[in-house]
């Protein structure tokens, strides 16, 4: 039994952080608010590691109660924390992440303005978001949800003077709502038919339920309605369109919110739902299709992007839908896997695009980049590591992740060959367009104007809110060490995460596959095939005849994996003006993958404008001017009327006063003798 763990003090930590920033930071010099923010923020993570090695040996879930919520009848929402492989992962995931990310805003931030209010920001969402991973209801997992979407919009709009990050936070707020509103919906569903929200007891319920498997029923009208909500928060189709506008925000916060933890809450909360989706294998075909068309359609689009933070934020994208798919094929385990290796990689990658950026003075355009290898060699050379982890090569991390979807997107029980196909296409993909920018970032010859190193904050003009993104430095130069140190530290583990989920069939023991079966497996008693759960999937699958096959499947991911390097480095490096009469030669699609295929101008023309041209037609001319108005207007008449009248009743004739006195005092006489009568 495992001892009183203290989970509370891990969200709250980051909260005191963020209370003493935003009160008192505006008086802190600097450095305190630094410290403030980081020692909190260290503080949630080392609280993390002692938890960890406490749970290690403890398969049964650890739940420490802090209060009674809401009671209304038999439905009860508890205030407290829940603790068991899965959530362990992500709170080591989020802290850890979190803190190196922190220490990098320190030197990335160091010259903007409301640099107190952004780590009171940032220490703000490591609270909602610990929140949300530790939950033990979906009532406080939706809290957590909705503070998440909140320090985002903050965050992405942090400078608020440009309208266009402005503009980009109320598109990620606006877009999350239609998300959280399918959420909500289904907690409402579970409250009607089970009467409860907690976890234990809500899974117990459904376990014992038999597969919908011949009609769609509850549990399918359920599942569907989460994948809304993970859609809008993960970022999937059709509600992604925020998360590449969000990189308008500072790029350590790309890093933290739309890379690392708050766009994998959707993947989180799928598989913590998986005995929901277990259950409904029609909702589970449907997040697994979703998941491979983003993964498909997002990696299209990034091959022609030329700004680095949106190339990465394609790719976001684009990783997100293969833990989708993960998913979708009930490869949960695969999924939390490649979350996990993905907050390393892309999280680095995120960072070192930061460090270019410093570097060359706020510029983003890759065209206008090159030959920065020499000159920013630490960035270089940890960003290689995350370029090699993210297209899959063998040791680094995202090879074992993305090879374990890929595998099990095959040859699971809800698998398929097209799932595969598609899943190695965009692994092709992925190299391809992760190397072309690895490529024009850092060989050949700089093509920048040297004088854009120093013009950049004078284009702007919008003074000490714009971002280092948009100021000049001076000169290449490489990030300082509190910068750098974050990055070796995740190129070291985006070589060597993936480690722990080492393959059997490749001589490994897969030990997070392991370490997550008890959080994942199925619970319903004799579960059929196509219940299985994802130990049992990988169990069939490390004890069947098909090691041989997998062996094959996985060099074929390697092999693509190398022809996308291959392409980029033809394109790139050595015919560098083949891509433009390529672009000449395709114009009508070249321009559609460029302009994204003007997603973005279609949901404006049929949902926005709409929308706005009604609301404004309707609220404003007809109910605001139209009835609030008159009715006012009508009132503002009738009262000016009645006070004109009044007004010459007084007068200043004394009889005249007299008289009302006397018609008074007949009308009090009048009802007091009515009175007595009755």
């Known amino acids: 039994m495992t001892p009183n763990l203290h989970l509370w003090l891990i969200p709250l930590l980051p909260l005191i952080g963020s209370a003493i920033n935003g009160l008192f930071g505006r008086r802190f010099p600097r450095r305190t608010v630094a410290a403030v923010a980081l020692a909190f ?49 992500m709170l080591l995931v989020v802290t850890g992440v979190g803190f190196l990310i922190h220490i990098y805003s320190v030197g990335y931030m160091s010259e903007e303005g409301g640099f107190y209010r952004f780590f009171s920001y940032l220490n703000l969402f490591m609270f909602f978001m610990l929140t949300l991973v530790l939950a033990n209801n979906y009532l406080l997992m ?12 903050l965050l992405i709009g942090f400078f608020f003077l440009r309208d266009s990050a402005a503009a980009a936070g109320k598109k990620a707020f606006i877009v999350n709502r239609i998300g959280d509103f399918g959420f909500l919906i289904a907690l409402f569903l579970l409250i009607k038919h089970f009467g409860s929200l907690n976890f234990e007891q809500l899974f117990k319920s459904i376990s014992v339920l038999p597969a919908e498997t011949t009609e769609a029923g509850l549990l399918t009208s359920i599942g569907l309605l989460l994948m809304v909500g993970a859609a809008g928060k993960s970022a999937q189709i059709p509600l992604y369109v925020w998360l590449p506008d969000a990189m308008e925000g500072p790029t350590p916060v790309s890093a933290l919110i739309h890379a690392a933890t708050m766009v994998t809450a959707g993947v989180y909360m799928v598989a913590r ?41 394609y790719s976001t994208i684009s990783q997100l839908g293969y833990m989708f798919m993960a998913c979708g094929v009930a490869a949960y385990s695969a999924g939390i896997f490649h979350l996990v290796t993905h907050a390393f990689f892309k999280g680095l990658l995120f960072l070192a695009a930061g460090s270019v950026i410093h570097a060359v003075g706020g510029e983003q355009d890759m065209r206008h980049m090159g030959g920065l290898r020499t000159k920013i060699p630490w960035t270089f050379w940890t960003m290689t590591m995350a370029t090699f982890a993210i297209s899959g090569f063998p040791p680094f991390a995202g090879f074992f992740s993305k090879d374990a979807i890929l595998w099990r997107a095959y040859s699971g029980p809800y698998g398929s060959w097209v799932y595969w196909v598609i ?30 190193l120093h013009g950049h904050a004078e284009h702007a003009g919008h003074g000490a809110h714009l971002g280092r993104e948009e100021h000049g430095h001076g000169g290449i ?20 995460g993936g480690w722990i989920g080492w393959p059997t069939v490749l001589g490994g023991s897969n030990y997070f596959d392991k370490f997550l079966e008890p959080a994942l497996h199925v619970t319903a008693p004799g579960a059929s095939a196509g219940e299985l759960s994802e130990s049992a999937q990988t169990q069939a699958t ?14 074929i991911s390697v092999v693509a994996a190398g022809l996308g390097l291959l392409l980029a480095w033809l394109l790139y490096y050595r015919r560098p003006e083949l891509p433009q009469r390529i672009a000449d030669r395709l114009d009508g699609l070249y321009h559609a993958v460029v302009n994204k295929y003007y997603v973005d101008e279609f949901y404006a023309a049929v949902f926005v404008k709409p929308l706005v041209e009604g609301s404004s037609r309707i609220l404003w001319h007809g109910v605001d ?12 008449d009738g009262a000016r009327e009645f006070s004109d009248a009044v007004r010459h009743m007084q007068s200043g004739n004394l009889r005249s006063y ?10 009090v006489i009048a009802y007091m003798t009515w009175m007595g009568t009755r």
């Open 142 to 153: 939706f809290i957590g949800w909705e503070g998440v979407g909140l320090a985002s919009y």
């Open 625 to 636: 001017q139209g009835l609030i108005d008159s009715s006012i207007n009508s009132s503002a």
């Open 423 to 452: 899943g190695l296409f965009t692994a092709f993909l992925t190299a391809f367009y992760m190397f072309r920018l690895w490529f024009l970032t850092f060989f050949g010859n700089y093509r920048g104007a040297a004088e854009e």
């Open 41 to 89: 923020c260290g503080a949630a993570f080392a609280m993390a590691l002692w938890v960890a090695i406490q749970f290690s040996s403890v398969t049964v879930p650890h739940v420490e109660f802090l209060a009674t919520w809401i009671r209304a009848g038999n439905f009860q929402a508890d205030f407290a924390f829940y603790l068991d492989q899965l959530s362990l992962v």
């Open 273 to 313: 739902s998986h005995v929901i989706f277990d259950r409904a294998p029609t909702a589970l075909m449907v997040v697994a299709i979703i998941g491979t068309l983003t993964a498909l359609f997002a990696a299209t689009i990034g091959v022609a992007q030329t700004d680095i933070k949106k190339v990465l934020a």
């Open 658 to 667: 007299a008289g009302w006195i006397a018609a008074g005092a007949a009308v």
């Open 477 to 496: 130069h490489e990030s300082p060490p509190i910068m750098l140190a974050p990055l070796v530290i995740l190129a070291v583990l985006s070589v060597v």
């Open 542 to 555: 490390e004890h069947s005849e098909q090691g041989a096959k997998e062996v094959v499947f996985t060099t």
